[in-house]
């Protein structure tokens, strides 16, 4: 029971053809719903604090909270810096402790995103921890940046080998379709598996990254809109699309959309049938035991890692 960097992880992930879940945490009924459905799954995750989460919960609570968490489960946690946003906030994670880094210069030119990364690589690596970086852009919002599906781009291939090569990064995040936020498609949802094909062929057994790949569950958003809610439209990535990248070299599979729903709609279910609560512990009791379920439901049916950690 370790923080632990997702080398063995990923090593295990690809040759076994299923995907490590990354779930992005904000508080402790986030971090204790997911790390109890790992638990019984007995499954390896990575538990992923954004730019957003460091800003709202303060960096060192949410660090203190997933060493309680590997203490008290006895797993081994990846403890990862969701889309880094400069070398100084990578660096200052390296030396917090976090295991995992990711910078995300993907908005720069590819020789300016390849000199950002490679100065994190650089750094990171000499202190024993792993960088994810980008390459193509995401629709979505991110970190309160809406980014438009004018300016998203689809990950090139060739540029992939060479900015894998030139960077020295462990995993790269790929776009091929997927956006972050729920509402990922308006039509037929649709993502790009032959350009993935492609650069899993042409970088053989390097892990790969899907971020924005919740599959904003009905179940969840139905609970939301009929306690109050006001969320019509959503749509996610359907469960057999990951199945498939998880297949096609994508090692880690990026999930926050599904943490949020699960934990909204439990909450507005729950003080719509208990007006009189007012107790905070009544509705974040069921919110945490709803993100369990589905954090479950997901390892054992989507991400296939279940029994990962034996
Ligand atoms: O990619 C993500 C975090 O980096 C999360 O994506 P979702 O919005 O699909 O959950
Ligand atoms: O990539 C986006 C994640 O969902 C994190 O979102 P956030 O920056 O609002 O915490
Ligand atoms: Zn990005
Ligand atoms: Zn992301």
Known sequence: MALVTSTEMFKKAYAGQYAIGAFNVNNMEIIQGIVDAAKQEKSAIILQVSAGARKYANPIYLR???EAAIEDSGLDIVLHLDHGDSVEMCKKCVDDGFTSVMIDASHHSF????RITKEVVDYAHSKGVVVEAELGRLAGV???VNVSKEDASYTDPDQAVEFVQRTGIDSLAIAIGTSHGAYKFKGEPKLDFARLEVITNLLPNFPLV??????????FVELCNKYGGNIPGAQGVPEHMLRQASKLGVCKINIDTDLRLAMTAAIRRHLVENP?????????GPARDAIQGMVQH?????????????
């Open 210 to 219: 899907l971020h924005g790949a919740s599959t904003v569950l009905p179940e």
């Open 111 to 114: 020789e300016e995103n390849i």
């Open 64 to 66: 203190k909270l997933v």
């Open 298 to 310: 997901k390892i054992k049916n989507v991400l296939g890692s279940s029994n990962s950690m034996l």
């Open 276 to 284: 009189s609560d007012f107790d905070p512990r009544k509705y974040l």
């Open 142 to 144: 991110e970190d309160s």
